[in-house]
């Protein structure tokens, strides 16, 4: 995972966003018991435990062994369990195999991560531009795999027959109001010549969203809002499912194999009071919600069926930056979709439900021209993963507060439905 060349954080700052970045964490991890945080339900989700240790790696490894004096890992072996994918950095376990790692103890990755922590918050005082910088991509590191710590166990929860919640329903006061969704209204935009990714010197960013560049846009018109879960049933009880048409050769390919005949969670969709797990366990579909847990394949077939299309990622921050859209994420905990009423904290003039879920564009994974990734292992986290991945734009309920931007580009296989991930409906004008 890279950065582009920012300025360097003031270490006092850094040691104060670090601490509080890595209490989330641990606040994340509370409600589970140790059981939850070992289990892996499924070769692309990782264990809490293992997110947890993974994290505390990352901080131990790429900043306090090259540039603390004479620091000493907590337990050597602690590399080759909870490195991910860095090639530069040694051998590693099998990611399939992370739910085996019933050792070291829940306790003992607790014990790793205030030894590092620790020996971080003394270190950070005394740290060169290089360290600091490595901590900053750290801080952002961690913060994605918050989100993904709430992915994957969700993933582990619905695959309970007890459909167990992670956190006990909101009161229903305190919830979101639960309106009609919006009138879908579309806004409309010119053919024009379009700056794309993040501004230099405007803060931090991975090393993928940049540089910034040109392209040429065609006139297209862009929905008000995501799709919502009643807009969505209907396309399941027409036989949205069941029917080619809709789908690309490989999604459809995929749909027959896996059995998908709705968005995972869903359940009794052909009754009148649907249902949908949740992280609060299984609660009544709320039609005006955004729907999610759609992978690219389901986005595509059903604005296929809509009459319309998949912006790419360079119509959807042309859109949101015209329209003035700031994506900073200041809420938190909601984690689950819900309706925004126009206007909404965080939504952008006509355009609502910024933070609601990842938007799937029609935009492969792809190097913006001119790309270089950070040298050392930091250079393996982006780019070598730019091919057969699709990209979403904006954020998601569980997406950590402060970590949001119109030029994040997440990404992910067209298969992947576990994430929170939804769809925006674009049309193209003249």
């Known amino acids: 995972m890279g950065a582009t060349a920012a300025a360097v954080p003031a270490a006092a700052e850094l040691a104060r966003r670090y601490a509080a970045v890595r209490r989330h964490s641990l606040a994340l991890a509370e409600p589970l018991s140790p059981e939850d945080q070992c289990v892996q339900s499924m070769p692309d989700a990782s264990p809490t435990k293992w997110h947890l240790a993974h994290t505390t790696w990352f901080f131990e490894t790429l900043v306090l062994q090259p540039d603390a004096p004479g620091y000493r890992p907590v337990d050597p072996r602690y590399g080759y369990l909870f490195n991910s994918y860095y090639e530069a950095l040694g051998p590693r376990h099998p990611r399939p195999q992370r739910g085996l790692l019933t050792r070291p103890t829940q306790a003992e990755v607790l014990r790793y991560r205030q030894a590092v922590d620790e020996a971080m918050l003394a270190f950070l ?21 918050q989100e993904l710590m709430l992915t994957d166990l969700k993933h582990l929860l619905s695959a309970n027959p007890l459909h167990p919640a992670y956190l006990p329903a909101p009161p229903a006061a305190a919830r979101p109001a639960a309106p009609q969704a919006s009138a879908l209204r579309w806004l409309a935009f010119d053919g024009a010549r379009a700056d794309i990714g993040h501004p230099v010197h405007d803060g931090f960013a991975f090393d993928n969203e940049g540089p910034r560049h040109a392209v040429l846009l065609h006139p297209f018109e862009l929905a008000s809002r995501p799709v919502s879960c009643g807009e969505y049933l209907q396309f399941v009880r027409d036989g949205g499912y069941r029917d080619p048409r809709w789908w690309l050769s490989d999604g459809w390919a995929a749909a027959q194999t896996a059995g998908w005949l709705a968005p995972p969670g869903w359940h009794e969709v052909e009754t009148a009071q649907p249902q949908v797990f949740t992280l609060f366990g299984l609660q009544p579909l709320q039609p005006a919600e955004p729907v999610c847990h759609l992978s690219f394949y389901e986005a595509a077939a059903y604005a296929a069926w809509a009459g319309a299309r998949l912006p790419t990622e360079f ?9 003035g859209a700031v994506l900073r994420r200041t809420g938190g905990g909601d984690l689950h979709p819900h309706p925004r009423a126009p206007g909404a904290a965080g939504d952008a003039g006509a355009f609502e439900g910024l933070h609601e879920v990842w938007e799937w564009t029609r935009s492969a994974y792809d190097p913006y021209p001119g790309f270089r990734p950070l040298g050392g292992a930091a250079s393996e986290y982006n780019g070598k993963f730019m091919v057969g991945q699709l990209v979403l734009r904006g954020a998601s309920c569980a997406t950590p507060p402060g970590h949001a931007r119109l030029s994040y580009r997440n990404f992910f296989p067209p298969a992947a439905r576990w994430q929170f991930s939804g769809l925006r409906l674009a049309r193209d004008l003249g």
């Open 125 to 145: 005082p005394h740290a060169g531009p290089g360290a600091l910088q490595a901590v900053e991509l750290g801080l952002h590191h961690e913060q994605q795999h």
């Open 315 to 323: 119509e959807w921050e042309h859109a949101m930056r015209h329209a």
